[in-house]
């Protein structure tokens, strides 16, 4: 896919969940000479998506689904991804 990977993540989220919220966040500038960083400039995430996929799920079946539909990303092409994941109208 071209483009960024950032661009990658959210087009892959959007396209799994329909959120009604997503914020995907670059926090590799964060980690700049600390294990993992790649040098690349997309090596840590932060991913805060709301959709009603999620309603009745717990939260680690929520983050399974969120690695589920981003592939390799995590762990392969990315060191760290955090995921905060809800359903709306949760706070």
Known sequence: MAGTLQSEIESLLTSAFAPSRLEVINDSAKHHGHAGDDGSGES????????????????????????????????????????????????
């Open 44 to 91: 840590h995430f932060t991913i805060l998506i709301e959709s009603a996929a999620f309603t009745g799920k717990s939260r680690l079946d929520r983050q399974r689904m969120v690695n589920a539909a981003l592939g390799d990303i995590p762990g392969q092409r990315v060191h760290a991804v955090a995921v905060r994941a809800s359903a709306p109208g949760e706070s």
